[in-house]
């Protein structure tokens, strides 16, 4: 199988051809046809705690970084559930010794996968995984239901805007911080654009909390936790995304939580129903050929990455 792989984020994504990985019990081989970039993956690469947890637990030799693949099973072991041909959309999982997903094919568990209907094209099942799950993992740890707030930093990247969209499924109101060229996306979403351009991005959302929850999909360099928890509710969470050493103590407090979703089927075929319902979309930026990985990380280390980016094998 063809690899892209690294030794550190100073050396750049090279291709490179690896053995085939063996089936355990229950895995399925996936051919993949679109791979969805994340923050995590370039992070990965990077020598913190990721990549500390990757060489205490990951697989060794190469670093083959990348977690969101969709594509087709061509092989299936005799107690995996899924049989060759299915279309599917998944993640990788380093901790179970899997290769990520920055390649042309995969081996993992068949319960990390979710079957595709023939509605949804693989460019966008290969948006969801982590976006997706972390955003309804966000969505469950405020207990978002109708009638509820969410405030979310960072509405136009992939997180946000499948936060947006999950939150107006679920007849709450929303709340996104994103730049005047984003103002309208947003508001296409159902929330309400809080432009960060003309002043205090926080001040300017508080008048519509408070807060039940608050997706941090920014860093608390930019939105300090402090501010932001003053915008809760009482029972209200600030779910960090993007988090920094300085934040671990503040998890300590009841109100301040770290989320990075892990794609399983459960929540997968949830946000496969929602798609096939119109209830949520994807926005790719760009589709970008796996050989040119590396310069996919350029623009997602950018930080201005509208939606999504795909890399095809």
Not at 51 to 59: D, V
Not at 123 to 152: D, N
């Given at each position: 199988?063809?690899?892209?792989t690294s030794c550190s984020a100073e050396e750049p994504l090279t291709l490179v051809e690896?053995?085939?990985?063996?089936?355990?019990?229950?895995?399925?081989?996936?051919?993949?046809?679109?791979?969805?970039?994340?923050?995590?993956?370039?992070?990965?690469?990077?020598?913190?705690?990721?990549?500390?947890?990757?060489?205490?637990?990951?697989?060794?030799?190469?670093?083959?970084?990348?977690?969101?693949?969709?594509?087709?099973?061509?092989?299936?072991?005799?107690?995996?559930?899924?049989?060759?041909?299915?279309?599917?959309?998944?993640?990788?999982?380093?901790?179970?010794?899997?290769?990520?997903?920055?390649?042309?094919?995969?081996?993992?568990?068949?319960?990390?996968?979710?079957?595709?209907?023939?509605?949804?094209?693989?460019?966008?099942?290969?948006?969801?995984?982590?976006?997706?799950?972390?955003?309804?993992?966000?969505?469950?740890?405020?207990?978002?239901?109708?009638?509820?707030?969410?405030?979310?930093?960072?509405?136009?990247?992939?997180?946000?805007?499948?936060?947006?969209?999950?939150?107006?499924?679920?007849?709450?109101?929303?709340?996104?911080?994103?730049?005047?060229?984003?103002?309208?996306?947003?508001?296409?979403?159902?929330?309400?654009?809080?432009?960060?351009?003309?002043?205090d991005a926080l001040a300017a959302a508080a008048p519509h909390g408070p807060y039940d929850?608050?997706?941090?999909?920014?860093?608390?360099?930019?939105?300090?936790?402090?501010?932001?928890?003053?915008?809760?509710?009482?029972?209200?969470?600030?779910?960090?995304?993007?988090?920094?050493?300085?934040?671990?103590?503040?998890?300590?407090?009841?109100?301040?939580?770290?989320?990075?979703?892990?794609?399983?089927?459960?929540?997968?075929?949830?946000?496969?129903?929602?798609?096939?319902?119109?209830?949520?979309?994807?926005?790719?930026?760009?589709?970008?050929?796996?050989?040119?990985?590396?310069?996919?990380?350029?623009?997602?280390?950018?930080?201005?990455?509208?939606?999504?980016?795909?890399?095809?094998?």
């Amino acid at each position: 199988m063809i690899v892209a792989t690294s030794c550190s984020a100073e050396e750049p994504l090279t291709l490179v051809e690896l053995p085939s990985e063996p089936l355990g019990s229950r895995d399925v081989r996936v051919a993949v046809r679109a791979i969805g970039v994340n923050p995590v993956d370039w992070k990965m690469r990077s020598g913190g705690p990721l990549r500390l947890a990757h060489r205490i637990l990951g697989p060794r030799g190469p670093l083959v970084v990348g977690v969101d693949f969709a594509g087709e099973v061509v092989e299936a072991a005799e107690r995996a559930d899924l049989r060759v041909g299915d279309r599917v959309v998944g993640g990788t999982d380093f901790s179970r010794k899997q290769l990520g997903s920055y390649a042309s094919e995969v081996v993992v568990r068949d319960e990390q996968c979710a079957v595709l209907p023939a509605s949804v094209s693989f460019e966008v099942a290969a948006c969801l995984p982590v976006p997706g799950v972390t955003a309804l993992t966000c969505l469950e740890l405020g207990r978002v239901r109708e009638a509820s707030r969410v405030l979310v930093l960072g509405a136009s990247g992939a997180v946000g805007l499948a936060t947006l969209q999950l939150t107006r499924a679920r007849g709450a109101r929303a709340v996104g911080v994103c730049s005047t060229r984003n103002a309208a996306l947003v508001e296409r979403y159902g929330a309400i654009a809080v432009d960060y351009t003309k002043g205090d991005a926080l001040a300017a959302a508080a008048p519509h909390g408070p807060y039940d929850l608050v997706v941090h999909a920014v860093g608390t360099a930019t939105y300090p936790l402090r501010a932001c928890r003053s915008l809760l509710t009482r029972r209200g969470v600030v779910a960090l995304v993007v988090i920094r050493p300085a934040d671990y103590p503040a998890l300590a407090h009841r109100d301040v939580a770290t989320v990075l979703g892990r794609p399983h089927r459960a929540v997968l075929e949830q946000l496969v129903s929602a798609v096939a319902r119109g209830e949520l979309e994807t926005l790719v930026e760009e589709k970008i050929p796996l050989a040119e990985a590396e310069r996919a990380h350029a623009m997602s280390r950018g930080g201005r990455v509208v939606g999504k980016l795909l890399l095809i094998p």
